[in-house]
């Protein structure tokens, strides 16, 4: 009995069907346009592109968009904002409508195969093996320009546990639920998450200096420090917080208590008392006095210790729950309380964010003139600067004093009072006083109108001395510019403020050497020499100079030291001169 088959039928459909395959595959390709996702023209400028992405992310994120197509939406516009953000990226998909840049352009079997690879046959799925990256980490992808933009400056608010990456790393996959039960613990208290994937960002992972995949990186205040002990949670906790500077919170007992709450003087910021019962000062507490080293002074009581006693009565404190109490310029009773028996790191921030300016601060760099004072606004309440230019000798502090108890009794959310020392800030001072210098503190009332330094202002006539007539002509005054603007008559562009607290720049500067030298020690312990290369190189090269010269020296002394050989004519010459001379004395 003879088969019927015809040999080339089988081959014949096998090909038809790789074909249509690779058809659907070519057109579901190039119907993915990053453009029309994103909602921009092809010529749209980088800045355009980040502000569609983050409108699109804000809407389709699956937290907060219950569409069952959310998840999908955001992944899409996830990888639209990968390809347009890179130019590189984007340059190879306007030219060939390919995203991968690690994938030889120009050759479209290749991209035909690669979006049919990608589409069915060597699917990850197919092999039932996951994929590194999924869903819940696209949200933390990094991208070059983004991480310098806005996670390098962020740093130096808040810490970052960064992730390097790439697809198909066994290792990465390994180590994936330990990173994942770690980001669910650490990113609620204020840690910064990030993944960087090596096949998508390789400047990236060169900038950060990570060579390879799975890496995990910890970046504080701009300094990168590679993780290097087992990937374990309690381990990566410990490790950003040994990232975090040291004395960010103060121990305080009944001993020390007094003087830390009266340390505003000198440091011009308020203190934050925290009272809790475990023995070292809880994680999310560091991390938030990280946030707010700038403003606030943060200190710790252990509720169980022996030497709090006398804190905890005279304060009233309730030792079944955590109590955080904040001190401005009076030390004796705390201008607002916060108890619960589970601060969140929400509740902590806008606890701090409310008071961190005392009530009548110092003006003692730009920064702080710039947050208390703003530039108007037009489509805002115009608000005004009530400013006491004074001195900061003991005489002064009756009238500072006087004028602290004013503001307190006339709190307006139009109305900011600073002062300044004319001494420290002559400049300012000679620009409101029209190059006078006053003996007497004076009151000027101000409206900043520009960020040149433009403003308008008045003095306030009969200087101040903390009388009551004095404290009743300033109140007139101010009830006369809250019904008239006009009332502020002058104006004047000021300098910008002398930094007072420059000479701690010192101490910073010396903080940060120090640092250095421990990543530069950490590093050679755990012999991460790749990353350690550029510094070696700059080492062995100062050696190399110091001691190539010390030698060169060394051998070059004794030959000039040594008395010259005469050559044998210039001996001739010599005997010949020694015995004519001879000749001639006889």
């Not at 390809?83 to 306007?94: P, Q």
């Not at 990173?179 to 208290?189: A, D, R, S």
């Not at 030390?331 to 790191?345: S, Y």
Request: aromatic share 12%; glycine share 4%; charged share 25%.
């Amino acid at each position: 009995m003879t088969s019927s088959r015809n040999p080339g039928i089988c081959p014949a459909l096998l090909a038809i069907f790789l074909l249509m395959l690779s058809l659907q595959a070519v057109y579901s390709g190039s119907d993915y346009d990053p453009y029309k996702i994103l909602g921009v023209s092809r010529g749209a400028g980088q800045a355009e592109i980040k502000r569609a992405y983050k409108n699109l992310a804000r809407e389709w994120h699956p937290d907060k968009n219950k569409d069952p197509k959310a998840e999908d939406m955001f992944i899409k516009i996830s990888k639209s904002y990968e390809i347009l953000s890179n130019e590189e990226r984007r340059s190879n998909f306007d030219r060939y409508g390919q995203m991968d840049e690690n994938q030889p352009f120009g050759q479209s079997q290749h991209h035909g195969f690669r979006s049919f690879h990608n589409s069915f046959y060597f699917d990850e799925s197919f092999f039932h093996f996951p994929r590194s990256r999924d869903f819940a980490d696209s949200k933390y992808l990094l991208h070059h320009a983004q991480f310098n933009s806005d996670v390098l400056p962020g740093s130096h608010k808040r810490p970052y546990l960064i992730k390097v990456t790439s697809e198909w790393c066994f290792a990465c996959v390994h180590i994936e639920p330990v990173w994942k039960e770690t980001v669910q613990e650490l990113e609620p208290l204020g840690v910064g998450i990030g993944i960087v994937d090596l096949g998508y960002e390789r400047r990236l992972a060169n900038q950060l200096g990570a060579h390879r995949a799975p890496s995990i990186i910890g970046l504080v205040n701009g300094r990168v420090t590679f993780f290097h002990q087992a990937v374990v949670r309690e381990h990566l906790r410990q490790f950003i917080e040994d990232l975090l500077p040291h004395k960010l919170v103060e121990k305080i007992t009944d001993n020390n208590y007094l003087a830390f709450l009266d340390n505003w003087r000198v440091d011009n910021k308020p203190s934050i008392l925290l009272f809790d019962q475990v023995p070292v000062v809880p994680l999310l507490y560091k991390l938030t006095a990280f946030a707010f080293k700038d403003y606030v002074r943060f200190g710790y009581v252990d509720q169980g210790g022996t030497h709090c006693t006398r804190l905890l009565r005279q304060f009233n404190i309730n030792t079944y729950a955590p109590t955080m109490l904040l001190f401005k310029e009076d030390t004796e009773k705390p201008v607002d309380i916060i108890q619960a028996r589970g601060l969140k790191r929400q509740i902590m921030d806008e606890f701090v964010s409310n008071n961190k300016f005392l009530q009548v601060p110092r003006l003692v760099n730009q920064q702080l003139f710039d947050e208390l004072c703003p530039v108007k606004q037009f489509h805002r309440r115009r608000k005004y600067c009530v400013l006491l230019i004074t001195g900061d000798d003991e005489a002064f502090l009756p009238g500072n004093k006087a004028f602290l108890d004013f503001a307190s009794a006339n709190k307006k959310d139009v109305l900011r009072f600073a002062y300044v020392y004319q001494r420290q800030q002559q400049p300012l001072c000679q620009a409101l006083l029209h190059n006078q210098f006053s003996l007497s503190p004076q009151v000027v009332i101000l409206e900043r109108r520009s960020q040149a330094g433009k403003v308008l202002y008045r003095s306030v006539s009969g200087g101040w001395n903390g009388s009551e007539e004095d404290k009743y002509r300033l109140h007139e005054q101010l009830e006369l510019l809250q019904k008239d603007p006009t009332y502020l008559s002058s104006d004047t562009t000021l300098p910008e403020l002398n930094n007072e607290m420059a000479p701690i720049f010192i101490i910073q500067w010396m903080n940060a050497a120090s640092d250095y030298i421990l990543q530069i020690y950490d590093d050679l312990l755990y012999s991460n020499w790749r990353e350690m290369m550029p510094i070696l190189s700059l080492i062995f090269s100062a050696l190399f100079i110091l001691f190539g010269t010390v030698i060169i020296q060394a051998f070059s002394e004794p030959a000039e030291n040594k008395p010259r050989k005469p050559k044998p004519q210039e001996q001739q010459q010599t005997e010949d001169e020694a015995s004519s001379r001879a000749n001639t004395s006889r």
